[in-house]
């Protein structure tokens, strides 16, 4: 599981560890492990050029002491002091080891960039002596101390001037904006040094495949088709009759012992899936919306009075109500603006804070479809999917993930890791069904058994 706490959460956890361990003890273990991460992105230390942005706080202390580490074994290490007040110890540690300090007249052409700006004590924004010091070398790679300076830490909001980082060293565990868009786009990838921090449940978790692994359903060896779940289907109109297609292919993917299809595009369903029962009965779980027409709120409401869990996508999305906790809504940005009376560019600047105050309304979980899904439920706890491949971005895709869904509700999950789970098995089977390239949404839907198997089998080992 890849956990991110709060500034606040992080700040007290360091508090106590800062009482227990000599002074500037944490902030080495800081900078020995952004040292050791930047010598790996360079390929080495020895006469490579290192450019230091610092800034007034301990962000541009750890920056200092990685410095003078690097420089002690033979890097060319310059500074550029964006404060009158810097950490003095990292400045006298960098200085002894003939580090030096420039100016953005002064400063030679780097190898790598380091921004140690401001951590997670800094504001969204960049003040302008850094935001010219940062295009000074604009094809050199930065790498980001903690977090990529600028972005909102806590809420992984993109509020002015920032830092784009192609590697971000992080301490003690990850941030919100580490794994939340837009701030997460910024950060490249995410390097973890570990500080031993005595750290609270987070409040946001990536799952990895280990923990989908723990949670996906097996069959028991007694197992029954209705033992392990019927999950049921009303999707697709006369005019969409390819999204009943793809949200059953989701739906057939194997998690679910039976799929039944109630609605106009039976012939289709079944072609494709000879499996599928077109005929009403009972159901563990339902998806609906997808493709849906005229009589999705009829739909959405006789789905609602089986008293089961609940897809509701797409087209039911406008219908949704609160008050049905058994509920997975699985709305993109556009769709959850709309639910909220909002415009979708305001739920794309702040995604965190648009599914959460979605999830608190509906009284429901939430999935909020993007490159990195969020998925939200109403106590304010939230997962983030990262498994996803921008080819992912297809039309048919999300009607997939609905059925994905329903199929581990239907088997007995919990909605908040029923869309979970979906949702990173859905991204997972993308990689596998693009290898690298392009994607159909029934490709999608075809690999989401092939991630499957992967999981389980590396379990058995
Ligand atoms: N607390 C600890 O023990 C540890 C902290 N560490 C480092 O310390 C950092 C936090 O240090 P600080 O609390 O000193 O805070 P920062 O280094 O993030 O800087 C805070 C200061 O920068 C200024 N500032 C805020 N927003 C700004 C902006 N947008 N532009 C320019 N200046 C701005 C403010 O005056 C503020 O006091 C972490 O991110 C991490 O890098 C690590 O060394 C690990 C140990
Ligand atoms: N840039 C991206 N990277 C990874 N996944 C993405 C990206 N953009 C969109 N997705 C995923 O693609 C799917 C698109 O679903 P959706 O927008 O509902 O399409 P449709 O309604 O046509 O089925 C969602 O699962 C979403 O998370
Ligand atoms: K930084």
Known sequence: MRAAHTVEQVRA????????????????????????????????VYGRRVLLLVGSGDNGGDALYAGAQLARRGAAVEAILLSEQVHAAGLAALLARHGRVVDTTTATRPDVVVDGIVGIGGRPGLRPNAVEALGLFRDVPVVAVDVPSGVGVDTGELDGPHVVADLTVTFGTHKPCHLVDPAASAC??????????????????????ADVAVLVPRPDPFAQKYTRGVVGVRAGSPEYTGAAVLTTSGASCGLAGMVRYDGPAADEVRARHPGIVASVGRVQAWVVGPG?????????????????????????????EPGHSRLVLTPHAGEL?????????????????????????????VLLKGRHTLIADPGGRVRVTT?????????????????????????????????????????????????????????????????????????QD
């Open 188 to 209: 490249g990838v995410v390097d973890l040094v570990g500080l031993d921090l005595d750290l609270p449940e987070p409040p946001i978790q990536a799952l990895q495949a």
């Open 292 to 320: 849906g027409g005229d009589d999705v709120d009829v739909l959405l409401a006789a789905c609602l009075a089986d008293g089961v869990p609940v897809v509701a996508d797409a087209a039911a999305l406008p219908h949704v």
């Open 387 to 459: 498994s996803g491949v921008p080819w992912l971005a297809v039309a048919g895709a999300g009607d997939v993930l609905a059925g994905v869904i329903g199929a581990l509700l239907a088997s007995g999950l919990e909605p908040f890791d029923a869309a979970s789970v979906g949702s990173w098995l859905h991204g997972a089977a993308a990689t596998v069904a693009g290898g690298g390239g392009p994607v159909t949404p029934e490709g999608v839907a075809d690999a989401v058994a092939t991630v499957v198997s992967g999981l389980t089998s590396g379990l």
């Open 13 to 44: 956890a360091e508090e106590v560890e800062l009482a227990r361990l000599p002074e500037g003890a944490l902030m080495q273990r800081a900078a020995t492990g952004l040292a050791v991460a930047i010598a790996d992105l360079l390929g080495g």
């Open 337 to 365: 603006a709309s639910m909220l009376g909002t415009e979708r560019d305001a739920v794309e600047a702040d995604q965190l804070g648009h599914v959460r105050r979605a999830a608190a309304h509906f009284g429901c979980t």
